[in-house]
């Protein structure tokens, strides 16, 4: 059982910058991967990026590459989201999410065992 807990989130213009962190707690963080998602009304929940266990390797949704940097910290348990030039259309709510295939660099929301509560970000323009 893994207990994920992000922060981090809240309101920023256009242009700016926000970091998001995701503590987790349980089983041994270094034997997951894990993986962002975000969802905004009325829309379904949607990979933003992923990485796997040692963090060697990762993945971007198109709408963020450039923009978005996922890294984690094993002694710290905790992955983060560094997300820069920010746009009105990455307003949403985002959630971290593990993976107890460690070795595996999943798009899908169904390959993900576990599931933070998440945090709002908001993107004025």
């Known amino acids: 059982q893994v207990h994920l807990v992000e922060s981090g989130g809240g309101l920023v213009q256009a242009g700016g910058s926000l970091r998001l962190s995701c503590v987790a707690s349980?089983?041994?963080?270094?034997?997951?991967?894990m993986g962002w998602f975000r969802q905004a009304p009325g829309k379904e929940r949607e990979f933003v990026s992923a990485?796997?266990?040692?963090?060697?390797?990762?993945s971007y949704a198109d709408s963020v590459k450039g923009r978005f940097t996922v890294s984690r910290d094993n002694a710290k348990n905790t992955v983060y989201l560094q997300m820069n030039s920010l746009k009105p259309e990455d307003t949403a709510v985002y959630y971290c999410a593990a993976d107890s295939n460690w070795r595996r660099l999943s798009l899908s929301v169904a390959d993900y065992d576990y599931w933070g509560q998440g945090t709002q970000v908001t993107v004025s323009s």
């Open positions: 349980g089983r041994a963080f270094s034997f997951y991967g």
């Open positions: 990485i796997i266990w040692s963090g060697e390797s990762t």
